[in-house]
Structures are given as structure tokens and as C-alpha cells.
């Protein structure tokens, strides 16, 4: 009787190596890619691991893009969300125990002998942060590269080509479309609902929140009462597929200049 084999398949992940895969890897694959997403509502329907799913998959295509010069670190999957507190299943990490977090990740690391680290993240509310350790890790780590990059933010063609309303973002067009394309399954066509799509969908205290800068901080719960930003129903899997390929070709652009550095 013939057997089937049972031998390991070469993975990028990092937490399916064995300390010795690990310990050549540091060599071989030089950069670490760490996914960081949130744990936070995204309306009627989306699930709130949504930023990290997008993440994750996007770390994956990007690993499998650079073809073994870089591996994939853990997940960050709960991240900074206080402003969508008011809507029910809601985890959040403060600023700075989230910093907490990616520093020991980092250092782990650091001490493993990797130098180049890269968090993806699909949650813009990690890039202050993300920013701020940026800057700490100068001093701290001073022989350590540390990038950082959102998702959406890299595709900005793409996302205007879905022609978005006036008002769009968390849980609009643009996510809803990378969740079609990346993880359908997960995705409650019947229940998604538009949210806040125009201004005049907001109160003044809104209004001026979304005009960049000065930077106003304002709860998702006064932005939209159902916490979406955008029409979510006109999204399609090819905006998102259109999204996701330009992210992950910038990306991993990015990190064969950054080896060749």
C-alpha cells in the first residue's frame, strides 16, 4: 500500500518553522513582514477582524511575491480603537500599550538577528502610533531599519476609480471590496448598508473632524449611527482584487529596493 508523504512544505511564516528553520532564516530571508490589523466593528456586514483578514492576506501575496527573502513575524490583531468603542464586540489596545507590544515584538526579534522589520497595517488607527515607534526605535534601535505602511492608503488610483462618495471610508467601498475579493465568505451582501455618504450627512463638529488638518478626534458613533462611512453596496470583488494588487506590487517593490539598499 502506497503511502502519502507527510513531509513539511517550506512555509514564510515564521510560527510554522522550527527554531532551526527559524535560526537560517535570519540569513536567508532577511526582512520580517508583522500583519497588524484591529478587532472593531464594520457595520451590519463585515466581521470585526476585518483590518486584520485584509492584512494578513496582503502579507501573504507579498511573501509569496519575494519569493523566500522574507518571512512573516505574528499577527498584531487587536489594535487602536477606542473611536469605535460604542458599537458592540469592540476590543481595543490603548496607544501605548499597543507601542508596548510592537517594540517586544521587535526586540524579539532584534535579538534573533533580524534588522529589517515591516508592519502592514489595515488599520488606519495604528498609524500614529505606528509613527511615534518609528521615531523611539531610532534611538533605541539605532542599527534596526523599522517600516511601516497602510493598506488602501497605497491604491489611491484604484480606490478613485471606484468612484466613492463623498464621504467614504471605514466599512465603504474600499474595504467592502477587498473583503469581496480576499475573504467573500465573510461578507454579509444582504446586510450591508450606507452609511454617512455626504457631508451634509454630518454635524459641524463631523464635518470639521474629516477635513484633515487640524486633526479633531471624534467617536464613530457620531460619524455615521451605524458606524460606516460610505455606500458599501457598491463595492465588487475586481475594485477590491484592483486595490489589493496595486498595495501588494508597491509593497513589495518597496522591500526589494529596501534588500538592495
Known amino acids: 500500500m502506497s503511502s502519502v508523504s507527510s513531509s513539511p512544505q517550506h512555509s514564510a511564516r515564521l510560527g510554522e518553522m522550527t527554531t532551526l528553520e527559524a535560526a537560517e532564516a535570519v540569513t536567508s530571508s532577511p526582512v520580517v513582514i508583522l500583519p497588524a490589523g484591529a478587532f472593531e466593528q464594520h457595520g451590519p456586514g463585515m466581521p470585526m477582524a476585518t483590518d486584520t483578514l485584509r492584512a494578513e492576506s496582503v502579507v501573504d501575496l507579498v511573501a509569496a511575491e519575494l519569493g523566500g527573502r522574507a ?23 490603548s496607544t501605548t500599550t499597543f507601542a508596548a507590544v510592537v517594540r517586544e515584538y521587535v526586540d524579539s526579534l532584534y535579538r534573533h538577528g533580524w534588522r529589517k522589520i515591516l508592519v502592514v497595517t489595515g488599520h488606519g488607527g495604528n498609524n500614529a502610533t505606528l509613527s511615534t515607534v518609528a521615531q523611539d526605535l531610532l534611538v533605541t534601535r539605532p542599527d534596526l531599519e523599522f517600516a511601516w505602511t497602510p493598506l488602501t492608503a497605497l491604491a489611491p488610483e484604484a480606490v478613485a476609480d471606484m ?21 467573500p465568505h465573510l461578507v454579509h451582501n444582504d446586510l450591508l448598508t450606507p452609511g454617512s455618504t455626504a457631508t451634509a450627512d454630518l454635524d459641524p463638529l463631523s464635518r470639521l473632524s ?16 451605524i458606524g460606516v462611512l460610505g455606500d458599501p453596496r457598491r463595492a465588487t470583488a475586481a475594485a477590491g482584487q484592483a486595490i489589493v494588487d496595486t498595495a501588494v506590487s508597491r509593497i513589495v517593490s518597496f522591500v526589494k529596493e529596501w534588500l538592495d539598499a
Open 210 to 225: 474629516r477635513r484633515g488638518h487640524p486633526a479633531l478626534a471624534v467617536s464613530y458613533d457620531r460619524l455615521s449611527s
Open 163 to 183: 468612484r466613492v462618495g463623498e464621504v467614504h471610508g471605514h466599512s465603504g467601498e474600499a474595504e467592502t471590496a477587498q473583503m469581496l475579493y480576499l475573504a
Open 71 to 93: 518571512v512573516i513575524g505574528p499577527s498584531l490583531p487587536v489594535g487602536v480603537s477606542p473611536h469605535h468603542l460604542a458599537f458592540a464586540g469592540t476590543v481595543t489596545l
